[in-house]
């Protein structure tokens, strides 16, 4: 057994399903996006989109997350782009869409509604880290790829959680979530999707 299917058992046994979440924010983010089963006519072009590009699990929640969250403005940042932008703009035809080249230019007071971070360098998390914080709002949603890979980017997801202004992180296990909630007491949710 490898190193990350070991974490991924360690993680079934600690993850919950919407029964074992007390907070209103995350119950209804659980219970109305992640476990929506609304077949969308939108799925078809998903699955032509993400082809060999990310997995369809995949594709299809963050298609349901951008609807739920109805972001004016998306960062993305890493390897699979192409397909992420398409699934963004296909959930939210009306985003203002950045890739990391466009971000240092755009206006640093600006904030962003939803960032997808892809990155395969731990480095380019933290230096994301340090600028983006700046932008954040307390409806900022972001979102990281690779947050198991491996022990750097354990350790990166941990920092993440950690930081003062995180208030709600969820870890899918192939994605963590960061909400900037102000009003909420921090908390940290591991989620079976």
């Not at 074992?20 to 032509?48: A, E, I, R």
């Not at 790829?145 to 930081?163: C, G, L, M, Q, Y």
Request: proline content about 3%.
């Amino acid at each position: 057994m490898n190193l990350k299917s070991w974490h991924y058992i360690k993680f079934l046994l600690k993850a919950t399903n919407q029964h074992g979440v007390h907070s209103p924010f995350v119950y209804n983010l659980v219970t109305k996006c992640f476990y929506d089963k609304t077949k969308y006519t939108d799925y078809k072009t998903l699955d032509k989109i993400r082809k060999g590009k990310v997995s369809r699990k995949k594709s299809r929640l963050l298609y349901r997350i951008v609807r739920y969250f109805n972001p004016q403005s998306v960062v993305i940042f890493g390897s699979t782009k192409d397909a992420i932008n398409k699934t963004i703009l296909l959930a939210q035809p009306e985003v203002k869409l950045l890739e990391e080249h466009d971000w240092p230019d755009y206006e640093v007071r600006k904030p962003f509604d939803l960032i997808y971070f892809d990155s395969s360098d731990k480095a380019d998390y933290l230096k994301a880290l340090v600028y983006l914080l700046e932008t954040t709002t307390n409806d900022t949603v972001w979102i990281f790829n690779h947050i198991h890979n491996d022990p750097e980017f354990s350790a990166v997801w941990k920092t993440i959680k950690r930081h003062k202004k995180v208030r709600v992180t969820i870890d899918l296990f192939f994605w963590g979530l960061v909400f900037f909630r102000g009003e909420q007491v921090k908390e940290h949710f591991r989620i079976r999707v």
